[in-house]
């Protein structure tokens, strides 16, 4: 129990273009969704909070109309990334925390989507 | 500071040893406590949870959460080298947002 799939897992785009992840909870309802970044070595670097039907919360220093966050239902949500640059370059995970349950507190992570902007 | 420490490592064991990681956090609103696995370009995967004092145990590892002292380890025993990734420790209060340390790379020899 306890999946949550991404897709694509690897994509390559022209600076410039505009690129969607899909974050998906497989067996379980997601009351909150998380996106994070992160670089070779390093930790996690959280981007933002989805919660269902409501705007996304984003950290500070991530620009919200760069990195577009729809949280459509209990089990998707979706980041985009617009007008992508070669900075923005990275390894992009999604987390889901259950809606209810003993583990209600905990996140349980996708397989990440590495991006590449040439 | 931040509000979860780790020891990034490396680390590096032979087989079989007794693994210890460790994190100290500073804020005393956490409740929550868990140890995450990442393999290289692999997401972060749940290995322990807790939310209390004292240890929890599950096969080979165990989580042990000292929250007088504000700290929190995991043991890994009878490493393996398929243990080889980099571990992630992770606080948090309830509303799910957690903050994590970050990351220790462990290496088992065989």
């Known amino acids: 129990g306890a999946v949550v799939s991404q897709h694509p897992s690897r994509v390559i785009c022209k600076s410039g273009t505009s690129v969607k992840i899909e974050c998906r909870s497989l067996d379980f309802q997601a009351t909150t969704m998380f996106w994070y970044r992160q670089f070779p070595k390093q930790s996690l670097m959280l981007m933002a909070t989805?919660?269902?039907?409501?705007?996304?919360?984003?950290e500070q220093g991530v620009e919200k109309d760069k990195f577009l966050i729809n949280h459509a239902s209990l089990t998707l949500s979706t980041l985009t990334v617009t007008s992508a640059h070669p900075e923005d370059s990275s390894f992009y995970i999604c987390s889901a925390a259950p809606f209810r349950g003993l583990y209600q507190e905990t996140q349980y992570f996708g397989p990440g989507t590495r991006l590449l902007v040439l | 500071q931040k509000e979860v420490e780790q020891d990034p490592g490396p680390l590096s064991v032979p087989e079989g040893a007794i693994v210890s990681l460790n994190c100290t956090y500073s804020n005393s609103a956490f409740q929550y406590f868990m140890w995450y696995r990442q393999y290289s370009r692999k997401g972060p995967e749940l290995l322990m949870y807790?939310?209390?004092?004292g240890n929890k145990e599950d096969g080979r590892f165990t989580a042990q959460v000292d929250k007088s002292s504000k700290y929190i380890s995991l043991f890994i025993r009878d490493s393996q080298p398929s243990d080889s990734a980099t571990y992630l420790c992770?606080?948090?209060?309830?509303?799910?947002?957690?903050?994590f340390g970050e990351g220790t790379q462990l290496t088992v020899n065989p």
């Open positions: 992770a606080s948090g209060t309830s509303g799910s947002r957690l903050t």
């Open positions: 989805s919660n269902e039907g409501s705007k996304a919360t984003y």
């Open positions: 807790t939310y209390s004092s």
